[in-house]
């Protein structure tokens, strides 16, 4: 029996929340041993949540490789290609059923191969919805993409920046140690701050230098937009545990 379309979609997206709340415990899991510290229960995730918004672009939430714009691209072609094969079997089905099947399975091979959010979507329907229900899916997929390779945050030296200066602001809402950018001998950095942000970019599979993104949050002045909008949310977060 073909599962609908709003079932595929609820299933995949219970799995992306539940895959946000396991990275925003890892992260803030890391931020924690860095800061030395120890946040209470209500602010497990907070610094987590902070960084990592599942409610700006849910189809890139987990990091890794669905964060960089060039992987995406790459998605998209893939998920265009498998459509127009899954197409072509659909109306070829009665007349050449031989290559029909070929079509399809060419194409269900495509999709199992991609290893990135959309996965997650498309491992519930490949074999359990018709093909009119996946080419549904595969646009709803598509318009995901698309639409978040447009946004501003997920632009590589955007979403560096922004990560390093929510991650300052973290480090001193919560703890004493200094937000500093400091080298041994070896060049190698010294700080926690500096340490965390390589340990927090390495999850979030941001490819940029962490020592320069360290530097840039650290000289960034107090009434910098990104640094008033994070320390904003963490204030909230206080004055909502307060209530």
Known sequence: MSLPFHQII??????????????????TSGIDFWMGTDLQSDWRRVPGRLICNLYEDPILVT?????????????????????KLILRSVKSEQKDPIASASDRAYALKNLSELN????????????????????NLIDHLLELYSEALKAKQFQGKFHALRTAVCLRAIFEHH?????????????????????????????????????????????LSEDADLLVEARHFLNGMDSDRNK
């Not at 609820?10 to 992260?27: N, P």
């Not at 995406?72 to 459509?83: D, G, Q, V």
């Open 116 to 135: 990135c959010i959309a996965s997650l979507y498309l491992n519930q329907a490949r074999d359990r919805c018709d093909d009119l229900v996946l080419i």
């Open 10 to 27: 609820s299933q995949a997206e219970q799995r992306i929340h539940y895959m946000h709340v396991c990275l925003c415990d890892d992260l």
């Open 175 to 219: 703890s004493n140690v200094r937000v500093t950018t400091g080298k041994d001998e070896n060049l190698n950095p010294t700080g926690r701050f500096c340490r965390c942000l390589e340990q927090v970019f390495d999850k979030l599979g941001i490819e940029a230098g962490f020592y320069h993104y360290a530097g840039e949050a650290a000289k």
């Open 63 to 83: 990091g890794g490789p669905g964060y960089k714009v060039g992987r995406s691209r790459k998605i998209i072609e893939h998920l265009k290609a498998s459509r």
